[in-house]
């Protein structure tokens, strides 16, 4: 058993991963500032596990407090690193508040694990480094491309900065950069899942709100894609699958498995669904008929991507168990119990 800090742990995938470091046996701290989520997740947590969750409130971008944390939490084992803004739309129009938030979290963290000889950081990196890429699916070796946006810049810088943190480190310190692909869903249980805070950019809570009649329509943005129904492809995964892929990767950090001191593997299900075929499936497992219009594309949106996950599968010992289907249930399962209807 270890301990674990979860930064950003009361958000979306921090959430359903704590959920999962608890059932494979490990204690865990959770570091949040609520910038994107709300303290209910707590007891949305305690009511899953039967534990309340050890939390602080507190801004990794604020070095002293940070610090603070860190000095009265010194037998902390591995760190995952899920803190960060994450609305792209948002981080072109503020790309400082991005590059302040997602990096100055970032180096503070790394400082005390530095300071504090902790082994190991898992880090939440994106499948939008990669771009569009050349070549389907896309591996952990495809080039990393020009970031499209400020918050993907972040993440392709943070990558770095952990790299050369890594490797001044003289193996004091391992690293994981999990990219993960469209995380969807929602915890069976249906207590914890997506906060929905104002008008979603993201297809799947976009879908659920719809169907909810929150959305009097969801706009399907381009059918002309060089796909085979015209609409863009992507790579849909459960949080609670890249929840698990977590717990193997700090497992794997633990039990020295890795092998390098910084490695990077791709979340995702191999498979890729157009944004048509999202929309048939959530009516087929919900039987509910979705108000749908296409219209234009939306700007900055990639034509198509998902993973080879052969890596993952391999190296991690860990492959996705749920389907595309039972993963849209459980985000309208969720979507229904947060709207009480
Ligand atoms: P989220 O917004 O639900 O969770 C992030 C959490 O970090 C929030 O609870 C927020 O309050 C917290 N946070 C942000 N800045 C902080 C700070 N300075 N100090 C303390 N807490 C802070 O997002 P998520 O979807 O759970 O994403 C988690 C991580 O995964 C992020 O790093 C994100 O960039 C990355 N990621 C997400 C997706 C996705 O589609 N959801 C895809 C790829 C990568
Ligand atoms: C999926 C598809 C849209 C909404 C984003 C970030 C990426 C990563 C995951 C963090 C696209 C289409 C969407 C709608 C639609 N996040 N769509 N109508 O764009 O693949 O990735 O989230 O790292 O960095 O860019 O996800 O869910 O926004 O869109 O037709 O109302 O659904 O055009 O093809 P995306 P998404």
Request: charged share 20%.
């Amino acid at each position: 058993m270890a301990k674990i800090l979860i930064t950003g742990g009361t958000g979306y995938i921090g959430s359903h991963t704590a959920v999962e470091i608890f059932n494979a046996g490990h204690q865990y701290i959770i570091v949040d500032n609520l910038s994107n989520s709300s303290i209910d997740v707590i007891s949305g947590i305690e009511k899953i596990t039967g534990v309340k969750p050890i939390f602080f409130n507190i801004d990794l971008k604020d070095k002293t407090l940070t610090e603070q944390f860190f000095n009265s939490h010194s037998d902390i084992d591995s760190v995952i690193h899920f803190a960060a803004y994450k609305a792209v739309g948002e981080s072109v129009q503020e790309p400082l508040k991005y590059y302040e938030n997602n990096l100055l979290s970032l180096i503070n963290v790394l400082e005390n694990i530095k300071l504090h000889k902790i082994k190991s950081i898992v880090f939440s990196s994106s499948c939008t480094v990669y771009g569009q890429p050349n070549k389907l699916p896309v591996t952990e070796q495809s080039p990393i491309l020009k970031a499209d946006s400020p918050y993907g810049n972040t993440k392709q810088i943070s990558e770095e900065i952990i790299q050369d943190f890594i490797k001044s480190n003289n193996g004091n310190c391992k690293a994981v950069s999990l990219r993960y692909f469209n995380p969807v869903g929602a915890h069976e249980s249906a207590e914890i899942g997506e906060l929905p805070l104002g008008t979603p950019n993201n297809l799947v809570p976009f879908i659920t709100q719809t169907a909810a009649g929150i959305r009097a329509e969801l706009k399907i943005f381009g059918n002309d894609y060089n796909t085979p129904d015209g609409t863009a492809v992507r790579d849909y995964i459960h949080v609670v699958d890249i929840a698990k892929a977590h717990v193997a990767a700090i497992n794997r950090l633990l039990n020295h498995h890795n092998k390098s001191d910084f490695e990077v593997f791709n979340l995702g299900t191999g498979k890729g669904n157009s944004v048509l075929e999202i929309v048939k499936t959530f009516e087929a497992v919900t039987g509910i008929k979705l108000n749908y219009r296409i219209t234009e594309r939306r700007p900055g949106d990639v034509e198509q991507i998902w993973a080879n996950t052969d890596k993952a599968n391999i190296e991690l010992n860990w492959k996705t168990q749920t389907s595309i289907g039972e993963s849209l249930l459980t985000a309208w399962i969720r979507e229904k119990k947060y709207r009480r209807i």
